[in-house]
């Protein structure tokens, strides 16, 4: 059957439809079986506690809606406004999924992770999550990563934003011209923004379009709570929190590692065309399912 099955995709491949394009599948990095896995799973009801902003570590200026998945920053001048989630983790690899209009965020719209007691308040406008010690955020306007209230890198890493092709003489230095300019506009980040927390290995990253941009922060602390959270200084601002799943830090199974191996071989056309599989009924049902 394994045999019947490799013929199956191979002839599919040919007829494939690519998926769409945007400039954040070249600035993928290959990612472990675990964290494939991980993106690739069906995403826990919605229900999930750890799907709630917290009510009680919030800005004033953060109001909650009832279901606790969504927060409004009110209209506030000279404030700097935080809010984290209800239940953070001290182990495990975690994605949570943040939405976040790109037309409501303004200057110093950060996400990242925070400390149980980081502040989530402050005067004047400026990067909250990130300023201190006690949090790790991405500035999504400037694409630059905060930590200790300093800028550590811009992120994804400037060098895979753009990679011209070899060229001769004068065209050499336009190319590379052309490149630094490019590579020096932070890039538009979209509504939807995965954060990936491997509580173990210690890595704090984010994935866009369905392209995991590589690991951001290394080195957080262990044996620790971290909860997702976000800053703010734009009033109106309305941001959404979703846990998508999470594992253990044991190795996946075989038989999920099998059916992930079918799924990245289907493309973005895979729902439809799981049933055509030669595969028992009870395995159409598990790619289903599970995927």
Sequence with gaps: MGLILSVWLNGRAADSIPSPSTVFPPL???TSS?????LSSSAVPPGNKRSHWSSHHRSPHFQLSPCKQEVTRSPAELSSDGVRAEV???????????TWSPEHRGSHAVIGISRQDCPL???GYKVLLGGDSLSWGWELKTNKLWHGGKILACYPCESRRLHPPAAEGFRLKSLSSLHRKETETPLLIPERVQLVLDADAGTLGFAVDGSFLGVAFRDLPSGVELFPAVSSVRGGARIELR???????????LMALCGLSILQNLGQQRQNQVEKLPLPALLHHYLLSCF
Excluded: C, F, K, M
């Design 243 to 253: 846990y998508l799943n999470g594992t253990t830090r044991n190795p996946p199974a």
């Design 88 to 98: 953070g983790v001290e182990s495990g690899l975690h994605v949570w999924e943040i």
């Design 121 to 123: 308040q402050d005067l």
């Design 34 to 38: 675990r964290l494939a896995l991980t």
């Design 28 to 30: 993928a990095v290959p």
